[in-house]
């Protein structure tokens, strides 16, 4: 028995010791905030006035975007799935779209689980909007064979290239410029498909009344699923010689994916189906036949591709307040994103705002509804000049009183900032005795009264049993390591160590029955003794074969603070105006106090941190269609699946700390963390009852003895 519990806790040691998951590793585009309450329904989508939802497609420059989901909530909160109609119906259809290089007219484009797809090149439009490629392609629609296909490239950009060189396309292709035969202004292509020939051509640019078919290089396969459809497009201007070398101008490239999606009717996707295709009026319905959702706390559903549904952890809900959900699109491919809010108009005298509700790259908690950022833009000038005058743009963080994960801890003030989560203080009047015990331990509370604000790092309760034996570590953030040295024989306290980039820098004996916290303070810009880490134990074991300590709850917060001093530059156009740090009124307030800022047609415009505005780069901009615009943020998952923010790099450079070099920390995969936390538990109730025995046989001989 002894050397089975010794294995077995050898064992989850072992796993444990692999490492920890936790951090986000995606990122996600949510909807506005509904309530569950029966009889509701509520209807999202990127065209949706004050529903707004850009998880799914859309192009401000066309101001496209027809995908829409619609829910209605009956009875025993359920989204149902046997009533006619169900209670999730998505709908999307196609729309007219302009190709980039405007000699090709116009294509059916389809937006589709938050993707630009392919719908079908135009037939029998007018002079006007004529499609070379609808003519030329032998096969017109692809939904009508039950198939989309996305819209890889759709550009205008111009761009030389040289004889010999090639233009990079995707899936493999590129089209090389063979040779230029000035002469004869002919210019000589080949496509190659992952290195090797598929196809050549001759385009003639500057001929005399050159046509777009003389300008026009195009790629039609002959198999396949798309035999007979045109899916890959160049456009040349013209060719010259140039001092060295002869060149060739291209200012338009449209390439379709070789890879269908298939769309046929009764396709499943997670909780989805579809319903309908109708390939005459380019429309797809899909809903949740058959399988009915009852709404309850803490879930995270996937409805159909990358689109999931959240709802809050939240013990009380009552029709004061109802069960809190929104729904969302998870990102986890690798790559730059755009987080979009609310499209809005350039309008004289216009004045606008967004929150966390119409701008999903704020800062948000749907569990706690913790999260209120706000910005306020007042716009001057009309049509293509809009002007941000000083004092124009305001940008507002509030802080909120939010319990911590582990409820015995009580509260503090987090407040959303730049889209991230940050400690402003510990909670100085408490409703309960417990709420105090973080704040006690801390000379100074209030972080903010000292302009800086702290990232929170980790802040949960332990779900699954963590058990750690003498000897073994925790990770930590910003390369803390907690380390439980030894437990005293009686089971009551346990020796605690805490590391800094392998080097201890603390230790601390945790008594069990007085208070079984560990806590370390660090003076963070001039707020002494603040606790920046703290960690509960649950339960504690001593026995001769191994000791136990097992970890309930753990809280952290960054060592890195973010300056947030009236007159702080955000960005070279926004400043912090002021900062309130009275406790229940914790706000701060940037502005663009001495910068105007210029809008025109197809502008990015840096505002503060990871954090822009978009204009659009629109045909037509008149007073019955002005120029549009939105806010933005832009995120990047990284490829290690860590979440990087522009926000976080600045503060980087702002604040360098010198780290010692060491190597990659090893992930658990979650089975084997929960498997390890099981192993332990079991280890640590065996243990427990052989100390018992043991100690029960012990008396046991003592009286006979005596």
């Known amino acids: 028995m002894n050397n089975l519990i010794k294995e077995m806790a050898l064992i989850s040691i072992m796993m444990l010791s692999l490492g920890i998951c936790c951090g986000s590793e995606y990122a996600e585009i949510r909807s506005p905030v509904g309530d569950v309450k029966v009889g509701s329904t509520y209807e999202w989508g ?45 709908t999307t259809e196609k729309q007219l779209k302009r190709f980039q290089q405007r000699d090709w007219g116009s294509y059916d484009c389809i937006g589709y689980l938050g993707e630009k797809y392919f719908a079908g090149y135009i037939e029998n439009q007018d002079p006007e909007a004529t499609s070379y490629l609808a003519s030329e392609s032998e096969r017109k629609n692809p939904l009508a064979g039950d198939q989309l296909t996305r819209v890889l490239i759709d550009d205008d950009t111009e761009k030389t290239v040289a004889a010999g060189s090639s233009i990079d396309l995707m899936e493999g292709y590129d089209l090389k410029v063979t040779s230029i035969d000035m002469n004869s202004k002919k210019i000589y292509l080949e496509l190659d498909k992952d290195g090797a020939p598929v196809d050549s051509k001759v385009v003639v640019p500057e001929t005399e009344n050159s046509k777009v078919s003389d300008r026009t290089y195009y790629y039609m396969k002959d198999s396949g699923d798309f035999k007979g459809l045109i899916t890959i497009a160049v456009h040349f201007k013209n060719a010259f010689h140039g001092s060295d070398r002869d060149l060739a101008s291209v200012d338009g490239v449209f390439q379709l994916s070789e890879k269908p999606e298939s769309v046929k009717t009764g396709m499943k996707y997670d909780r989805m189906s579809i319903s309908k295709v109708d390939p005459t009026y380019g429309m797809i319905t899909m809903e949740n036949l058959d399988n009915t959702i009852i709404l309850g706390k803490n879930m995270d559903l996937g409805l159909m591709r990358g689109i999931r549904l959240r709802t809050a952890d939240d013990n009380v809900t009552d029709d004061t307040r109802p069960l809190r959900f929104f729904i969302y699109k998870k990102i986890t491919k690798p790559g730059s994103y755009q987080i979009n809010g609310r499209a809005e108009d350039i309008i004289d005298g216009r004045q606008v705002s967004w929150n966390y509700d119409s701008f999903p790259g704020f800062y948000y908690d749907l569990d706690n509804d913790l999260g209120r950022e706000e910005l306020e833009i007042r716009i001057s000038g009309d049509l293509e000049e809009g002007v941000l005058n000083p004092g124009d743009v305001v940008y507002r963080a509030t802080a909120q009183i939010t319990p911590f994960d582990f409820a015995d801890w009580g509260k503090y003030y987090a407040i959303g900032f730049l889209g991230e989560k940050y400690f402003a203080g510990y909670v100085t009047t408490p409703d309960e005795d417990h709420t105090r015990f973080l704040w006690s331990a801390s000379d100074n509370s209030n972080l903010i009264s000292y302009d800086v604000l702290s990232r929170v790092l ?51 004996v945790v ?18 003794e603040l606790v920046i880490i703290a960690v509960r134990f649950k339960e504690l074991l001593s026995s001769q074969e191994i000791d136990l300590a097992e970890l309930e709850a753990i809280w952290q917060i960054s060592e890195d603070v973010f300056k947030v001093g009236s007159g702080t530059d955000l960005s070279r156009v926004m400043a912090i105006d ?35 505005i978009k204009t659009a780069d629109q045909e037509d901009v008149i007073p019955s269609n002005p120029l549009r615009f939105f806010v933005f943020r832009g995120v990047t998952v990284a490829e290690n699946g860590g979440f990087v923010t522009r926000q976080e790099q600045l503060m980087d450079e702002a604040y360098p700390v010198p780290r010692q070099e060491k190597p990659a920390e090893k992930k658990t995969p979650g089975f084997l963390a929960s498997f390890a936390g099981v192993c332990m538990l079991i280890a640590l109730r065996i243990v427990k009852r052989t100390d018992t025995k043991r100690r029960e046989w012990k008396i046991y001989r003592d009286r006979r003895s005596a």
């Open 46 to 90: 990127p065209k949706k006035a004050n529903s707004e939802f850009y998880g799914f497609y859309y192009d401000i420059n066309d101001d496209f975007g027809t995908e829409s989901m619609i829910m209605t909530i009956s009875e025993a909160n359920a989204l149902d799935g046997s009533s006619r109609p169900t209670g999730i119906q998505y």
């Open 458 to 508: 980790i802040d949960k309760e332990e779900d699954a049993n963590t058990t750690l034996g003498a000897g073994s570590t925790y990770p930590l953030k910003e390369d803390y390591e907690l380390r439980i040295r030894e437990v005293d024989v009686e089971g009551k306290k346990v020796l605690v160590a805490l590391s800094k980039n392998g080097r201890e820098i603390d230790q601390s």
């Open 511 to 528: 008594e069990f029955a007085v208070n079984p916290t560990y806590r370390y303070e660090k003076n963070l810009d001039g707020a002494d």
């Open 578 to 612: 002021s900062v309130n740090s009275n406790e229940g009124q914790m706000t701060i307030e940037a502005r663009n106090e001495e910068s105007t800022i210029r809008l025109g047609k197809d502008k990015t415009v840096s505002l503060m941190a990871d954090y822009y």
